[in-house]
């Protein structure tokens, strides 16, 4: 028998609780490319509002998944990149893809 999954403990429970709300992953997705600018993301991530964004990309940070480069700069420029934790997502974003493309066959 399995052990039980406890939130304090379970792996699974402890990323789903980062990666937790519909556009957290496709976030970090849209990021795997490298540094990008908030609208370069923004219309990168059809749908999505400034606002919703705005707060993915803050908990990402939070986590210490997301990096934000602020210049000073009229208008003001941030730039978002991933950190090594980040980046550590990148196989499990892969295999994630190729099991939903298994889904339309």
Same mark, same amino acid.
């Given at each position: 028998?399995?052990?039980?999954?406890?939130?304090e403990?379970c792996g699974?429970?402890?990323?789903?609780?980062?990666l937790? /709300?519909?556009?957290t992953?496709?976030?970090?997705?849209?990021?795997? /490319? /490298?540094?990008?600018?908030?609208?370069?993301?923004?219309?990168?991530?059809e /749908?999505?509002?400034?606002?919703?964004?705005?707060d993915?990309?803050?908990?990402?940070?939070?986590?210490?998944?997301v990096h934000?480069?602020?210049?000073?700069?009229?208008?003001?420029r941030?730039?978002?990149?991933?950190?090594?934790?980040?980046?550590?997502?990148?196989p499990?974003?892969?295999?994630?893809?190729?099991?939903?493309?298994?889904?339309?066959?």
């Amino acid at each position: 028998m399995e052990d039980p999954c406890v939130e304090e403990t379970c792996g699974v429970a402890k990323a789903v609780r980062v990666l937790d /709300g519909k556009w957290t992953v496709r976030v970090i997705r849209g990021l795997l /490319g /490298g540094t990008r600018r908030f609208s370069e993301l923004r219309s990168s991530l059809e /749908g999505i509002s400034p606002k919703t964004l705005t707060d993915r990309l803050r908990a990402l940070e939070r986590h210490g998944l997301v990096h934000r480069e602020l210049y000073a700069e009229v208008p003001p420029r941030a730039e978002y990149s991933l950190t090594a934790r980040g980046r550590d997502l990148a196989p499990a974003l892969v295999a994630l893809a190729a099991w939903g493309d298994k889904l339309d066959a």
